[in-house]
């Protein structure tokens, strides 16, 4: 700082003090309001809950999956004389009633009482599939793997096609595994 006789005095920048930054940070930071703090807690709380929805659903998935049998030995049980290289047709599924456009077959994301690759639940654009359970021999299987002879491994499971009208007749979804 300069001061010369009737001038002003002169400050350098030198000559400014300085602020404790610490200090002035914290002054600086807003301060959460009470709107605020209860936004985020309840959005903390959405997220757990939520999240856990998921849990849920990924439960009662693997729980109907679990309820829903598939034999899957293809050399003994309902396939023992038919699945062995079976080329009748073309047909995947043996003999059975099959859907051939596979439009009886469940390809979307499992859920809504349906799992992708098995006989579907719902409507269609000709009437309405549901899933036949327990009726693949002796009562007590959905479905059975089927070997076909282009080298793969169907699974064939039981349910109904019923048209607009009302009749209901057997059907089969053959899915490649």
């Not at 098995?118 to 000709?126: I, L, N, V």
């Not at 089969?172 to 595994?177: G, N």
Request: charge should be positive.
């Amino acid at each position: 700082m300069s001061n010369t006789p009737g001038s002003r005095p002169t400050i350098r920048f030198e000559d400014l003090p300085t602020a404790d930054e610490a200090r002035l940070r914290k002054r600086l930071r807003p301060r959460p309001t009470r709107r605020t703090f209860l936004g985020s807690v309840l959005g903390a709380g959405a997220a757990v809950g939520l999240s856990s929805l998921v849990l849920v659903n990924r439960a009662t998935d693997s729980a109907q999956a679990a309820y829903w049998q598939d034999w899957t030995n293809t050399a003994t049980g309902p396939c023992a004389t038919y699945a062995r290289d079976h080329t009748e047709r073309g047909i995947q599924c043996g003999p059975s009633p099959m859907c051939t456009t596979k439009s009886c077959c469940w390809k979307y994301r499992n859920g809504a009482g349906n799992l992708v690759g098995w006989h579907k639940s719902a409507p269609g654009s000709t009437g309405y599939y549901t899933h036949r359970p327990d009726d693949c021999w002796n009562s007590t299987y959905d479905s059975w793997h089927w070997n076909f002879s282009d080298g793969y491994t169907y699974r064939c499971s039981d349910g109904w096609t019923c048209s607009a009208g009302g009749s209901c007749s057997k059907s089969i979804c053959p899915w490649p595994m």
